[in-house]
């Protein structure tokens, strides 16, 4: 089956520093979701996007639909501790209520340093 | 409390022993899925369930067996299990396929 590409796989940063994230996919999506899973937990979702050109945020967190709908973005400003995690894209090709399978991308692990 | 619940939540056994993995979800969603997670490969789909006596395969199925009889239970079935199943599971809910999925809080297996 297809899997995402995110990048990058890991990032090692500074409390207080902002951080981008991407993921790309060789198959046009119209819903990406994107998730964060804390260590020893469940994937938990962060911010669903639905249109392409889309910019939605959910407190320090921002994500965008690339306009080619081939690509996401998700920032986070000002990065704090609690930020640790790993964050998953997914893509979707059918619009939200429709009936289509969710693909998952490879994951990108965040780790922050005081 | 809305939520999706996974037993157990570890297991360690040996090859060819059967065991089931059971999922439970209490936000009468229709649609059910199992992943597992493997380092480097992300979330893969077992199977899924669109309603109740309806399951189709996912992405890597193979060595799994599901059954959908209520609408809140999706177990996951290891009739031989493998070493190559040793992996991480989640069971995950949605009121409709793919839209913004409850992921339960996974169940870490392990085959010798």
């Known amino acids: 089956g297809q899997q995402l590409n995110q990048s990058p796989q890991s990032m090692f940063i500074q409390e207080g520093e902002d951080v981008s994230m991407n993921c790309t996919s060789s198959s046009i999506f119209n819903t990406w979701l994107w998730y964060k899973q804390d260590p020893g937990e469940g994937p938990v979702l962060l911010i669903a996007?639905?249109?392409?050109?889309e910019l939605t945020s959910n407190g320090r967190l921002t994500a965008q639909f690339g306009i080619t709908r081939k690509d996401s973005f998700l920032n986070i400003s000002a990065s704090i501790p609690s930020d640790v995690g790993i964050y998953f894209c997914?893509?979707?090709?059918?619009?939200?209520?429709?009936?289509?399978?969710?693909?998952f991308g490879t994951g990108t692990r965040l780790q922050v340093t005081l | 409390e809305a939520q999706v619940t996974q037993n157990p939540r570890y297991l360690i056994t040996v090859t060819g022993k059967k065991l089931t993995v059971t999922c439970s979800q209490n936000?009468?969603?229709?649609?059910m899925s199992w992943y597992r997670q493997d380092p480097g490969l992300g979330l893969r789909q077992i199977y899924y369930s669109m309603n109740v006596e309806v399951t189709d395969k996912g992405d890597v199925p193979e060595g799994y067996k599901v059954s959908r009889k209520e609408k809140r239970n999706f177990p996951l079935i290891l009739e031989s299990p493998s070493p190559n199943q040793t992996s991480l599971y989640f069971c995950?809910?949605?009121?409709?396929?793919?839209?913004?999925?409850?992921f339960g809080p996974g169940t870490r297996l392990t085959v010798l």
């Open positions: 936000m009468n969603h229709e649609y």
């Open positions: 997914a893509g979707q090709l059918g619009h939200t209520g429709t009936a289509s399978k969710l693909t």
């Open positions: 995950a809910s949605s009121f409709v396929w793919g839209n913004e999925q409850f």
């Open positions: 996007l639905y249109k392409a050109g």
